[in-house]
């Protein structure tokens, strides 16, 4: 929750504020990476046992772990609105990708 409010920030700053907005961004970005770096040390201690849980290493394969036991849970479930989710975040990262392809930004 708290890294995508400051992806919005990130953002908001960049589309709005013109040229200091670079600077703001740059701010949002630099905390962005601090809270990040905590939760890779955090993930990586994992429980704090000697031989305790460790879902993973990292942010990234805690991310990737969460997206294989989503999709395994809409497999078994097959919820409407749960696969609605999915075809949805897919037609959002074709439309990017052929945007960034194009080329062309949204004025």
């Known amino acids: 929750?708290?890294?995508?409010?400051?992806?919005?920030?990130?953002?908001f700053a960049l589309i709005s504020w013109g040229p200091i907005g670079q600077v703001s961004a740059c701010m949002l970005g630099s905390a962005l990476c601090l809270m990040i770096a905590c939760v890779n040390e955090g993930i990586a201690r994992g429980?704090?046992?000697?031989?305790?849980?460790?879902?993973?290493?990292n942010l990234a394969g805690l991310v990737l772990r969460y997206f294989?036991?989503?999709?395994?849970?809409?497999?078994?479930?097959?919820?409407p609105l749960l696969l609605a989710s999915f075809l949805l975040a897919v037609?959002?990262?074709?439309?990017?990708?052929?945007?960034?392809?194009?080329?062309?930004?949204a004025q």
């Open 1 to 11: 929750g708290l890294m995508g409010f400051a992806l919005m920030l990130v953002s």
């Open 47 to 57: 429980d704090g046992s000697e031989t305790g849980h460790h879902f993973s290493s």
């Open 68 to 79: 294989v036991l989503l999709a395994q849970s809409a497999i078994r479930s097959w919820s």
């Open 91 to 105: 037609v959002a990262i074709a439309s990017l990708a052929r945007e960034a392809s194009q080329g062309t930004t």
